[in-house]
């Protein structure tokens, strides 16, 4: 019986420092050509464009201000953005890791440019024309 709890104990252990090393990678990964695509597809780089509810760089809508707000909460973090955080870039570039880092924990490229655009329930078919005028705008 001891040995079957130390089989479960390392196992967990093992599951806990992959999830870690996971999360250590996602803080790393370069998100650099997918933003300045995605920015340039929905903005052309202008901080102060505005779509409807989408503003910004990266045309943010409220909803996903209040998305990273509760991630950041769930973490612990003190940190909090406001509606006005999207007409900055690079606050708008930190809440798109932050949404990525959650939503995309893997750094899948396509899933990240699918979530931007159709959001986290995102429809396949419906972001596919996104999906390829972004990966046009990387290359």
Not at 10 to 15: Q, Y
Not at 33 to 59: T, W
Not at 60 to 88: A, H, M, Q, W
Request: glycine content about 6%.
């Amino acid at each position: 019986m001891m040995r079957f709890f130390k089989v479960v104990i390392v196992s967990f252990l093992m599951i806990l420092a992959s999830s870690v090393e996971a999360n250590a990678q996602s803080s790393k990964f370069n998100w650099g050509p997918v933003m300045d695509a995605i920015i340039q597809l929905e903005s052309k780089g202008n901080a102060l464009a505005v779509n409807g509810s989408y503003v910004g760089v990266l045309q943010i809508s409220p909803i996903l201000v209040k998305e990273c707000n509760n991630i950041l909460k769930s973490r612990g973090s003190s940190k909090r953005y406001t509606l006005s955080d999207r007409f900055n870039a690079t606050k708008s570039k930190e809440m798109f890791v932050v949404i990525q880092s959650f939503h995309n924990p893997l750094n899948n490229i396509e899933k990240a440019i699918r979530l931007w655009s159709g959001g986290i329930k995102y429809d396949v078919a419906k972001t596919q024309r996104y999906l390829t005028r972004v990966l046009k705008l990387m290359r």
